[in-house]
């Protein structure tokens, strides 16, 4: 479990705000499986969860993904920001919060907020600036970022700008944000993000374009008492986190405790947010997490290959738990992993049909013969559920959900076995001897359903709703197929 140095109960995660010039695919639907996992399972711990995701709405990419649509920037984003508030139902999320950047009551007041602090701090410049800029990043480019005159992100040419902008002194923090890391008071997991963050900060930081030319972006945050100017995306979209928690006092008191994004914003997260803060005299986040990508049949995901995976689509055909499960399982928690509906299949049928889905419905189906179970637990029984608890608890401090995973279906397959070993179906057992074999068997598929609850948590829901009585005595109904096979042929 996490640390929390502020010695309260409070449990701040936020995942990155969707950037909305497109909409959402199984990659960003992971991102918010992670998060609700994670908060999901620290309100059973007891803490006091505020979960919160969004969209971000600005930006050149989406002024011109409008115009290709006919519709105006705010018609366009309106659109698709419903798009990703629906994955809260979907997938079954639990968020308390989705910001929009285009809030004006909410979200722009703090980004002005936060620019005025930059200013003050003497942290804001103005000074005319040509570069290279990947309207794809929404960032400039430099350096190794650049092969052949494209971007080595997106691989498309990129734009020369010529123009006056205001500049962050993102350049004067490299040091602080360095000693931040290192003293792990800014953790990044996982290691291998970490070390990459400071390689990039031995190189030194330079100072960050924070704003656009009107005449070249209008679809933007105004900057204050500048009416030639619109805010840098960047420097709008991050301000988020403290936005949509209530506002700079809010965050002081407490500032998020997990960021979860992806690998190619981690730069934007890992630097200039650090930046910004300490530029504001405003704490760090004190977690950030990073994830890889999800590809597509061993391709990265793009609407020309035609392999976006619609996660609506995705649990239309094969039911919200089964999809939580295989982002979970399937995807190494901070690694690239892949899809394809043949591996999807494989996993349901082996570890949800076969495994959870056959587990519970043997118990359930022997335990549901007995009008009440009672017994003691064994003690190898109880060693087992001990050990499983604290490895998922290690697992999920670590942000290794697939791990975590890994160990409930060890104690799944420990059941089986218990099962198997035991036979409470043989006639020659006495009442007592298979009532308590069948007491502990109730009892691991009960601890199953509750570790899995922050995972599975309509599939828990049904297991537990199945399991009546205290500690000592249990009644238990006969759970109906949970994970009906998917037969090759269909």
Known sequence: MFKNIFGSKKFYITTSIAYVNSEPHIGYALESIQADVLARYYRQKGLDVFFQTGTDEHGSKIQRAAEVNHKTSQEFVDELAEK??????????????????????????VVWEIWDKLLKAGDLYKKKYDGYYCVGCESFKTGKDIVDGKCVIHKKELEFIEEENWFFRLSKYTKQIESKIIKNELRIVPESKRNEVLSLLKGGLEDVSFSRSKRSLQWGIPVLNDDTQVMYVWADALTNYISG???????????????????????????????????CKLPLPKNIFIHGFVTSNGEKMSKSLNNVIDPYELT??????????????????????????????ERYN?????????????????????????????????????????TVEQKMGEFKFNEALAAIWDLIQFGDRYVNENKPWEKSLDMGSRNNIMFNLVLILKEVSILLSAYLPKTSEVILGSI????????????QNLFPRIEKNK
């Open 350 to 390: 082996g570890d949800l049909a076969n495994g959870l889905g056959n587990f519970a419905a043997r118990v359930s189906t022997l335990a549901s013969r007995e009008v009440k179970i009672s017994g003691k637990i064994s003690k190898e029984v109880k060693e087992k559920i001990g050990e499983v608890k604290k």
């Open 245 to 279: 928690y209530g506002g700079v006092d809010a965050w002081k008191k407490h500032p998020a405790d997990v960021h979860m994004i992806g690998k190619d914003i981690s730069r934007f997260h890992t630097a200039i947010w650090p930046g910004m803060l300490i530029s």
């Open 468 to 479: 009546q009585g205290g500690a000592e005595v249990f009644e238990v109904k006969k759970i």
């Open 84 to 109: 990703f508030k629906g994955l809260k139902e979907i997938l079954n999320l639990s968020w308390d919060n989705f910001i929009r950047t285009t809030d004006q009551k909410k979200h722009w007041p």
């Open 316 to 345: 239309r055909r094969y039911g919200i738990d089964p999809v939580r499960y295989y982002l979970l399982r399937e995807i190494p928690s901070s690694e690239d992993g892949d899809f394809s509906y043949e591996k999807f299949e």
